[in-house]
Structures are given as structure tokens and as C-alpha cells.
């Protein structure tokens, strides 16, 4: 949405809204939607410079990188507030951004509002009542518009961390639960016109009508080497009680379209974090059912891709993706075996990252959420490490496993 910024009125300005990003299914920062191939989040420095550097060979799992832009709260003649976003990109060139930035302290106040927590937040424990009103009034009308012209009659179901049904939306509240939080800290620990720095990012599911999502935690270890011995003792548990230690992923998120009812399934981080490694190979196989049946016809595909993720980050010497994510994607909607042309080639079935035609993918793998990634010559580094990163390679090995075990019914 394209508005006039009149917060200056000798300076006119034009600017993009941002929206929150309705099929955003895990992570702490609130993801918003600036155009529809095009997302933006807070900027991390280090996310950044991983992005600038990216190995090539790296490129086809991870979203396009599409610069930077700045960002501001916006409070219109109604005291209602919104994101708005500069439209013009801005260059790529090294940006510092210090202990103290907006970015910075919005993921890290995240983190720690969230830990701990048991699942037990509610919308009404991220906001104060004035922001929850103000947003509830002007932000929320034009989400469920925007989501409806997205993805008409859609809802979705969401479990609670026990399986129980919890409550159906019209869309997955994840994405708007970050974003309350996000509004919420801009509003109260920054002035209205502070320029926030912001990534472009490619939105990796604008090419699915009905995407199915699948975000997990790799690795056996989830702290960064910057953070606090608090922190480090956090995150650890976390892993220690979690399938992370002894599978090397566990899963943050969840939405899986069922056909026969047709809404989306929805589970959060705190329902992966209670899994043994039974529940996590059911909740693959729940990944994969559409309420009918099982897409039996998407495991080999998914398998195929992460080997070949896998032979990847084995040549990578010296990175560690601490933290990071890797997102498993399909669409809802069965792809129809035979056109007026005749069958679809296996060919036009499988992902091509690199084009911008729009064409339908079958599967995507991608990873995401590098604030913490190390690696041999990033700025500032104290820690270098030898060799590829052992957890996320167990994680991966696991992972193709299980799914080859869902493959051959055991």
C-alpha cells in the first residue's frame, strides 16, 4: 500500500506501508510484506554482511537479498500507527550498526520477553491497551483484507503446545503476535520519526496459493558467541530438553493446509520444544497430510533437495549457522496431473529458484535467520572455526532419515 507521508509537511513524501506478513510461522522479529515477492525485517549487522558475502553455491537456499531500506512509525490524524517504508532502495555498501540499534534491541528484548514463557503469552501480555487499540482499529481491518485477497475463505486452526484446539482464525497469528510486539517497542522506546534500518528479502511463498510451512531449528547448539553467559545457559537448556540435542532440529513452526476442512493447521515453537523424537517424526508426517492423505509424492523431492543442501554446507569450512532456520515449503493445492496438453513434466514439477516467471514449485528448501552465523573473515570475528558445521550436518543426515523412514511406512 503506497501512501502520502505528511509527517513533515514541507516535506511530502511518498512511502510504503508495511503489512504484517501473513504466513510468517516462527522466529522473534516480526517479518512484514513490502510488495508481493518482496519482505523486509528488522536489520541485524551480521545478518546483513552473511548476505553480502554469501558463497554462491549457497545462493539457491537462501532468499534473494534485495538491498536495504529505512523505516518509520507512522501516527496518522487518528493516532492510528503503521510502518512505513522509504520505496527507494538504497545501496549495498558495508552499514554499521551498533550494540544500541533499533534492530539490535528489538531481537534482543524479543528474546528475552519470550523465554521462559511455556507457551502462556497471550496477544494481551506483548501490547499496552492504548497501542492494542490504536492497531486493533486501522492495522487489523486492512489485514484481514489484504489476507482474504490473498487467499479467500481460508482459516486456520491453531493447537496449543498440548494438541488442543486453541482457537481458528482467518489467518496464522504468529506473524501479528510479532508484530504487536514490534509496534509496541518502537512506540514506546523510540520516538515517532527515528529512521529504522530494515533488510529486503525475497518472499520465497509468493508463488504458492496455499503455503504449507515447515520451520525448524538446526543444530545442536542455538547461541551465538556474542551472547551473554545468561543467554548461552538459555539456550542451552532449550536444546538439552528439546529434539535439538539429539536429533539437531526441532520444530518452530508449522501451518499445513487441510484440504477437507479447508483451513490451515497452525503450531508454534512451544509444541516442537515438548517433542520426543517419535512426536517430531509424527509431526513430519502431520507436515505432509492434507487431511485426506499423505503427499507421499513430495518425499522424494524434499529428500533429493536437502542431500543436495547437505553436500553444500559440508563444503562451507568454517561457518556456523547458530540459530538459524531452514524452512520446508510446498503448496496446498495439489498440482493436477494432466493439463490439455497432456502430463506435466517431472521437470515443471520441481523448484527453479532462479527464475521470477512466478511458476508453480512443487518444493522449496531455503534457509533463513543469520544474526548469529559465523564464519572465517566476518567482521569483527574472535571465534574461527575449522571445517563445515557438525550440528546442522547431524541435523540434516536426521532429517533425511526420518523422512526415508516416513517413505518406506516404518
Not at 555498501?93 to 511455556?118: N, R
Not at 553467559?229 to 499445513?256: F, N, P
Not at 484440504?259 to 509444541?271: E, G, R
Not at 516467471?357 to 571465534?383: C, P, Q
Request: aromatic residues 8%; hydrophobic residues 30%.
Amino acid at each position: 500500500m503506497v501512501v502520502q507521508d505528511s509527517t513533515d509537511a514541507g516535506d511530502a513524501r511518498v512511502g510504503v506501508q508495511l503489512e504484517p506478513f501473513l504466513h510468517q510461522v516462527g522466529g522473534h522479529l516480526s517479518v512484514m510484506k513490502y510488495d508481493e515477492h518482496t519482505v523486509c525485517k528488522p536489520l541485524v549487522s551480521r545478518e546483513q554482511r552473511f548476505y553480502e558475502s554469501l558463497p554462491l553455491a549457497m545462493k539457491r537456499f537462501t532468499p534473494q537479498y534485495k538491498g536495504t531500506i529505512t523505516v518509520h512509525l507512522r501516527k496518522d490524524s487518528r493516532g492510528h500507527l503503521s510502518l512505513v517504508a522509504n520505496p527507494l532502495k538504497e545501496n549495498r555498501g558495508p552499514f554499521k550498526v551498533s550494540t544500541e540499534s533499533a534492530a539490535v534491541a528489538i531481537w534482543q528484548t524479543l528474546q528475552q520477553t519470550t523465554s521462559g514463557s511455556g507457551g502462556a503469552h497471550t496477544l494481551a501480555q506483548w501490547q499496552h491497551t492504548q497501542l492494542a487499540h490504536s492497531f486493533k482499529e486501522s492495522s487489523a481491518t486492512s489485514l484481514l483484507r489484504s489476507e482474504f485477497h490473498l487467499n479467500a475463505h481460508v482459516s486456520s486452526l491453531v493447537e496449543d503446545a498440548n494438541g488442543n484446539q486453541a482457537e481458528r482464525r482467518s489467518f496464522n497469528p504468529w506473524g501479528l503476535q510479532c508484530h504487536l510486539a514490534h509496534l509496541t517497542r518502537l512506540c514506546t522506546e523510540y520516538p515517532e520519526n527515528q529512521l529504522h534500518r530494515f533488510l529486503l528479502l525475497e518472499n520465497v511463498v509468493s508463488q504458492y496459493k496455499y503455503p504449507c510451512i515447515l520451520d525448524l531449528k538446526m543444530g545442536t547448539r542455538q547461541h551465538g558467541d556474542d551472547v551473554s553467559e545468561e543467554k548461552k545457559a538459555r539456550h542451552m537448556r532449550k536444546c538439552a530438553q528439546s529434539t535439538s540435542a539429539c536429533l539437531g532440529v526441532r520444530i518452530c513452526g508449522m501451518q499445513v493446509y487441510q484440504i477437507d476442512k479447508k483451513h490451515f493447521l497452525c503450531k508454534d515453537k512451544y509444541y516442537g520444544r515438548k517433542l520426543s523424537v517419535e512426536g517430531f517424526r509424527q509431526a513430519l508426517h502431520q507436515f505432509l497430510h492434507d487431511g485426506t492423505r499423505l503427499r507421499t509424492e513430495l518425499l522424494e523431492p524434499i529428500q533429493r533437495q536437502l542431500r543436495a543442501l547437505l553436500l553444500v554446507i559440508r563444503n562451507q569450512s568454517s561457518y556456523r549457522f547458530y540459530s538459524s532456520s531452514l524452512l520446508i515449503i510446498y503448496d496446498g493445492q495439489e498440482l493436477p496431473e494432466r493439463t490439455s496438453e497432456g502430463l506435466h513434466p517431472p521437470e515443471a514439477l520441481q523448484p527453479d529458484h532462479g527464475s521470477s516467471s512466478g511458476s508453480l514449485s512443487k518444493v522449496d528448501i531455503r534457509m533463513i535467520d543469520f544474526a548469529h552465523t559465523t564464519y572465517k573473515g566476518s567482521w569483527n570475528e574472535h571465534t574461527t572455526y575449522d571445517g563445515p558445521d557438525p550440528g546442522y550436518i547431524f541435523g540434516l543426515e536426521n532429517l533425511i532419515q526420518i523422512l526415508q523412514d516416513i517413505q518406506e511406512g516404518e
